[in-house]
């Protein structure tokens, strides 16, 4: 009996370790993937349309699914770099007002991530971009 406890214990001990490394690991790989923007829209209007791009080059995307107040969304968009460049996101909300914001400041691989938070008075970005 006591060794069936012992044994009980140690296998969840290792199924925690397990789930543990792998969630370090994935966090540790995400620098490394494909550029994606998370937009967190907490302002009282909807976003109507979401544009990805690169500064000075021909290479964006452009999403027209709504985002609704109080809602985010991720985006991951495909774009094509030559070298070294910047990302951009411009946004236009149901009351026709557009905003951009430079989403990664710096990029050479078109990797990693950034978070938009939308609000009524700023927009904020946290970019972890390489």
Same mark, same amino acid.
């Given at each position: 009996?006591?060794?069936?406890? $012992?044994?009980?214990?140690?296998?969840?001990?290792?199924?925690?370790?397990?789930?543990?490394?792998?969630?370090?690991?994935?966090?540790?790989?995400?620098? $490394?993937?494909?550029?994606?923007?998370?937009?967190?829209?907490? =302002?009282?209007?909807?976003?109507? =349309?979401?544009?990805?791009?690169?500064?000075?080059?021909?290479?964006?995307?452009?999403?027209?699914?709504?985002? *609704?107040?109080?809602?985010?969304?991720?985006?991951?968009?495909?774009?094509?770099?030559?070298?070294?460049?910047?990302?951009?996101?411009?946004?236009?909300?149901? &009351?026709?007002? =557009? *905003?951009?914001?430079?989403?990664?400041?710096?990029?050479?691989?078109?990797?990693?991530?950034?978070?938009?938070?939308?609000? &009524?008075?700023?927009?904020?970005?946290?970019?972890?971009?390489?």
């Amino acid at each position: 009996m006591r060794k069936r406890f $012992f044994i009980g214990i140690t296998l969840f001990l290792i199924t925690c370790g397990v789930a543990l490394g792998v969630g370090t690991i994935s966090n540790l790989l995400s620098p $490394f993937k494909s550029f994606s923007v998370i937009v967190d829209n907490q =302002s009282d209007v909807d976003i109507s =349309s979401i544009e990805v791009g690169l500064i000075r080059a021909d290479s964006k995307k452009l999403y027209t699914s709504p985002i *609704k107040a109080g809602q985010k969304k991720k985006f991951k968009p495909k774009l094509s770099l030559n070298g070294e460049g910047a990302i951009y996101l411009r946004y236009t909300n149901s &009351n026709g007002q =557009s *905003k951009e914001q430079t989403v990664c400041g710096y990029t050479e691989y078109l990797s990693g991530h950034s978070k938009v938070t939308i609000t &009524n008075e700023r927009t904020t970005v946290v970019q972890q971009c390489n």
